[in-house]
């Protein structure tokens, strides 16, 4: 018999490592509580898919991600994928910025061999806990020939996302993770069913390199709605934002009240990221908002947190918004 895969389990805590007081605590508990080797031990079938060693890398609830966990995390896959030994690699991962992480390894990890983000949406103490089955597919993604080359992947429900376009889209059922161009396949019973490919550059194909990105730029997000102020946009500048993603309404739209202070920031050399707040759809340059004009960028499809991300990774290497904008079409 053929020696199995050698997958690695980089633990960072989440739901997927929760505990609830109670069977019936389903969303109520606490996150990041069970430890890696627990959390492997409970599942003894994955032996069955692959030789799986743990490791634990943060312990915490996804909320709490930051740059410098984006940072680590990145580096410790990136380090772990040049290695012979290692043939995929999973990150058990809090749902709530989970789509915001395996978006950012998609960006900046060089490597074809499979890397699957992971979490659950209730806790391994719950009835009907999901965390189980998931992790249970993820290593079966990671540790699969044929999971190569399709960007950083994430399991959940059954289902194979790509990274790039997956959200969490409710907080209160197992169904969460959707992406609106659809998953790229199923993994059902150990084995992986794919319908299509992602066509995005990523991991192999990308300019970007967690091994050059020493540190990420100051860029955060400015939420639109109906009487909306300033208050925010100018507070980030002050602060000394690189770039700004306005989440706009509809199609990315901005309040007229809100255009003069985005110029301003603009104009002292802050990139303004036009996203859209809906949860589908894409931003058209010159809709709504000259863009070519103000010399703003727009998102296309990416929702506002992982238009964040993208322009974190891009600023690393340019801060020429035609670039820019060359990157959000073409990642
Ligand atoms: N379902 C979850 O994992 C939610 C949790 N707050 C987290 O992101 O860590």
Redesign the pocket.
């Given at each position: 018999q053929a020696a199995k895969p050698n997958v690695v389990v980089l633990a960072t805590?989440?739901?997927?490592a929760?505990a609830g007081a109670s069977a019936a605590n389903s969303a109520t508990y606490a996150?990041?509580k069970v430890p890696v080797d627990k959390l492997l031990a409970g599942l003894p079938e994955l032996a069955n898919v692959a030789k799986v060693s743990g490791e634990q890398v943060f312990q915490i609830?996804?909320?709490s991600f930051t740059n410098e966990h984006l940072l680590r995390l990145g580096q410790r896959v990136s380090a772990l994928a040049k290695q012979a030994d290692v043939d995929g690699i999973v990150i058990t991962h809090?749902?709530?910025?989970?789509e915001e992480t395996a978006y950012f390894l998609n960006l900046t990890v060089r490597t074809n061999k499979p890397i699957v983000v992971v979490?659950?949406?209730r806790p391994g103490t719950a009835l009907s806990a999901d965390g189980a089955l998931n992790l249970y597919d993820a290593v079966t993604v990671a540790a699969s020939k044929d999971a190569a080359g399709k960007g950083v992947l994430v399991t959940m429900n059954d289902e194979i996302q790509s990274g790039r376009d997956v959200s969490k889209t409710i907080n209160i059922k197992t169904e969460a993770f959707k992406s609106q161009w659809g998953p790229l396949g199923m993994v059902v019973e150990g084995k992986n069913y794919w319908f299509r490919a992602p066509v995005k550059r990523h991991t192999m194909q990308s300019e970007f390199n967690i091994d050059d990105i020493k540190a990420l730029p100051a860029v955060d997000i400015v939420y639109g709605y109906s009487n909306m102020n300033t208050t925010g946009i100018e507070a980030y500048g002050k602060a000394g934002v690189k770039a700004l993603i306005h989440a706009g309404t509809g199609n990315g739209s901005v309040a007229a009240q809100a255009v003069d202070s985005l110029k301003a920031l603009r104009a002292a050399g802050v990139q303004i990221v036009r996203s859209a707040r809906v949860p589908d759809g894409f931003v058209l340059r010159n809709a709504e908002q000259p863009d070519d004009k103000y010399d703003w960028v727009v998102a296309h499809d990416l929702r506002p947190q992982k238009a964040r991300i993208l322009a974190m990774v891009a600023l690393t290497k340019t801060n020429d918004s035609k670039e820019l904008q060359r990157i959000f079409w073409e990642y």
């Open positions: 805590g989440g739901t997927i929760g996150a990041a609830a996804s909320e809090g749902t709530d910025t989970l979490g659950s949406m």
